[in-house]
């Protein structure tokens, strides 16, 4: 692949609720962030990714709400509805075309403005899942239960990804749930879906965030500190639940498989230094560790309760407080992205990590992780 | 823009989007919830190359992407690969009163799960493993809530 790299990245912080701000207002925050931290101007966007979903907007092709917000008039724009990682995909690939030297690729959520369980019972299907009332818990629940089963893991451990991860934010300004938690406490909250409790799941959230990418030499002329993309896939799998066992991660070891390939990694727990996965509901952590090959299958639980995933541990994950700490769906994806970016540049504040040379960012779409986008981002070219 | 917003009272638009749709089963669905509707049988469909036995049924295989033309009847029991009992949910979505299920059931014969609901319960009767059964409801309509909920049967595969 020719050489593309991040070289601006801008979040908002991310809050419950950001009435003061409309969608446009949270898309200018980040967009003008990423310029000011690439040192550009608008004029110097070749062109622009946005992402976005009818569904939470409340209206329809809602991207082309924010195109003054995104700087994006006079310019070729195409949208992801998907996670920002594969946004940022998009963004690449138009880099890679050749016909374009820097892409911004913005992203923008307000589950503030809508209610989450009814827009999440709306991505299964309407002949035969829909009206049974599923959504984004009940599922992921199944898949919990799924996945605990098959390999034993606990309840117990992954209350410590809710420890670990609300705790990290502590030193994240942009979180909006640092949480000083203990395993009794996450332990003995509510059932929301069992075996979901309520600290296990994700905030809702608002929030907006945007990258920049370019390509090899246009980074070079815009920055000192550029971040390199080494390797990127994503990979899908079966929409209907039952098609796939929820415990498997196939999708997520194919796309773990070419990204690797693509970036000559293959040891990933020894040649990644940090990792920043979709950790929507904790139990997502270890399972998507598993997935990524950091360990055998069934060791995740372990893996996490082993300390190693601690931000002082060999294999910080989550380092920024992860999707647990503030959700806003869509941006988290590339807000794991930025993290990273930022964790490479030395620039991720109180929460940095020492030694980051490589990092991995991972995003998931559609019910259960039913996709992944992996990305190796690095400091050298 | 900041400071007086901190003292303003912010104003909200409240909506409401509500769009009628028509959602077609299609050839494939329209024989199945026919086929529950009026007879109370569970078909699903074979693969011809790798012989899977898709539960819902599909019209092509997505390994093989060959069509699955053949129709197998399956049984109305199965066994349960995953399960959760929904304590708290938002109201409109709450088909049964709380708490109830959810389950992957894969039918006898199916070589695919399903995702149905789970009624009429006690909480140790459910676990990965465990063998329920469909319960029809009064009056078929012709979609899937033809099934009112699968109960456990007390037996364990």
């Known amino acids: 692949?020719?050489?593309?790299?991040?070289?601006?990245?801008?979040?908002?912080?991310?809050?419950?609720?950001?009435?003061?701000?409309?969608?446009?207002?949270?898309?200018?925050?980040?967009?003008?962030?990423a310029l000011?931290?690439?040192?550009?101007?608008?004029?110097?966007?070749?062109?622009?990714?946005?992402?976005?979903?009818?569904?939470?907007?409340?209206?329809?092709?809602?991207?082309?709400a924010i195109q003054d917000a995104c700087g994006s008039y006079d310019k070729n724009v195409s949208t992801v509805e998907g996670d920002g990682t594969f946004g940022a995909f998009y963004g690449l690939m138009r880099i890679l075309s050749g016909s374009y030297g820097t892409t911004l690729v913005c992203a923008h959520h307000k589950g503030s403005e809508s209610q989450m369980p009814l827009i999440t019972n709306a991505m299964f299907d309407p002949i035969?899942?829909?009206?049974?009332?599923?959504?984004?818990?009940?599922?992921?629940?199944?898949?919990?239960?799924?996945?605990?089963?098959?390999?034993?893991?606990?309840?117990?451990?992954?209350?410590?990804?809710?420890?670990?991860n609300h705790g990290n934010a502590l030193k994240n300004p942009v979180a909006q749930l640092p949480l000083e938690l203990t395993v009794e406490e996450v332990m003995?909250?509510?059932?929301?879906?069992?075996?979901?409790?309520?600290?296990?799941?994700?905030?809702?959230?608002?929030?907006?965030?945007?990258?920049?990418?370019?390509?090899?030499?246009?980074?070079?002329?815009?920055?000192?500190?550029?971040?390199?993309?080494?390797?990127?896939?994503?990979?899908?799998?079966?929409?209907?639940?039952?098609?796939r066992n929820l415990y498997c991660v196939c999708a997520l070891n194919e796309a773990a498989k070419k990204a690797y390939s693509m970036a000559g990694i293959s040891e990933p727990a020894q040649d990644i230094d940090l990792v920043e996965?979709?950790?929507?509901?904790?139990?997502?952590?270890?399972?998507?560790?598993?997935?990524?090959?950091?360990?055998?299958?069934?060791?995740?639980?372990n893996l996490t309760a082993s300390g190693k995933t601690a931000t002082g541990g060999e294999l910080p994950v989550n380092a920024s407080g992860g999707c647990l700490s503030g959700n806003p769906v869509l941006v988290a994806g590339l807000n794991r992205i930025i993290e990273c970016a930022l964790q490479v540049r030395g620039d991720a504040g109180e929460h940095q990590v020492p030694g980051v040379k490589t990092a991995l960012a991972h995003g998931i779409n559609g019910p259960c992780g039913q996709a992944h986008c992996v990305w190796i981002l690095g400091g050298e070219k | 823009m900041d400071d007086w917003r901190e003292k303003q009272e912010l104003l909200v638009m409240d909506g409401r989007i509500k769009v009628p749709y028509r959602w077609f089963a299609g050839e494939v669905g329209t024989r199945y919830l026919e086929s529950l509707r009026d007879q109370g049988v569970f078909l699903g469909t074979r693969c011809p190359q790798c012989g899977i036995v898709y539960h819902i049924p599909r019209r092509n295989c997505p390994d093989c992407f060959e069509e699955c033309s053949e129709w197998v009847e399956l049984g109305r029991e199965g066994t349960l690969e995953s399960y959760t009992v929904v304590r708290k949910h938002h109201p409109q979505l709450s088909v049964l009163p709380l708490p109830y299920g959810y389950g992957i059931i894969k039918l006898d014969g199916a070589d695919t799960g399903f995702l149905h609901l789970i009624g009429e319960f006690d909480e140790e009767d459910l676990a990965v493993g465990a063998r329920v059964e469909a319960v029809f409801s009064d009056a078929r309509e012709g979609n899937i809530l033809d099934v009112k909920y699968f109960r456990p049967t007390g037996g364990v595969e």
């Open chain 1, 36 to 64: 000011d931290d690439a040192g550009m101007s608008i004029d110097q966007v070749d062109n622009v990714i946005t992402v976005s979903n009818d569904f939470f907007d409340g209206r329809t092709i809602s991207s082309m």
């Open chain 1, 128 to 164: 035969y899942a829909r009206f049974l009332g599923i959504d984004a818990v009940t599922s992921s629940a199944l898949q919990a239960r799924a996945y605990m089963e098959k390999y034993g893991v606990t309840e117990e451990q992954c209350a410590m990804v809710s420890v670990k």
């Open chain 1, 277 to 301: 996965l979709y950790d929507a509901f904790t139990y997502m952590e270890p399972l998507w560790l598993e997935g990524l090959g950091f360990c055998e299958r069934g060791e995740g639980g």
């Open chain 1, 1 to 33: 692949m020719d050489a593309v790299a991040i070289v601006g990245v801008g979040m908002t912080q991310i809050k419950r609720e950001r009435k003061a701000d409309g969608y446009p207002d949270l898309v200018y925050e980040a967009s003008r962030a």
């Open chain 1, 188 to 243: 003995s909250s509510p059932y929301i879906s069992d075996p979901i409790k309520l600290l296990d799941c994700c905030p809702i959230s608002d929030g907006a965030s945007a990258v920049i990418l370019a390509s090899g030499d246009r980074a070079e002329k815009i920055t000192e500190k550029a971040v390199w993309v080494k390797g990127v896939a994503h990979c899908s799998s079966a929409y209907h639940l039952g098609d």
